[in-house]
C-alpha cells in the first residue's frame, strides 16, 4: 500500500476544530502534530480540545462543528483481549459521520484502528503517512470542495 501525497492548500481564513482524544496519548499527540503542522503550512486557523477518549469525538465533534468550518477528529482505538475495540471504534466512526451529515460539515476521520500499538506508532510519527497531517488536509480540502460547490450557483 502505497503513501497518500499530502498536498498543502490554502486554508487561509479557515476556522478548524482539532478535537484529540487524551486516551492513548502517547499515539494522539503524535496526530496532534502531524495535525497542527499541516494546518500551520496551509495558514488555517484551528484550536484544540481534548475529549477523555475516542467514544466522546462524537459528542463533542457535534458541539464543535456549528462555530467552525471543520472538525478534525483526531484518537487511537488498539485492539486487546476483549470486544471493547469493535465498541469504541464502530461508534465514533458511525457517530462522527451522523455528526457530518446532520451538521454538513466536515468531520475528518483521524482515528487509528489498529490491531497492533506498533502500527499505530508508525502512523502517528512525525513525517510522510503521519493520519493526523492527512485528516487535516482532508478537513481543509473538503471545506475548500464544498465552497466551490456552492459557488456553482
Known sequence: MGEIAVETRDGSGLRIAVLRARYNDHITSGLLAGAEAYLTEANAHYEVFDAPGAFE???????LAPSFDAVVALGAVINGDTDHYEHVAGRASEGLMQVTLETRKPIAFGILTVQEEEHAVVRSAPGPGNKGAEAAAAAVETVLTMR???GRG
Request: net charge negative; proline share 10%.
Open 148 to 150: 466551490q460547490i456552492a
Open 57 to 63: 469525538l462524537p459528542l463533542l465533534a457535534a458541539e
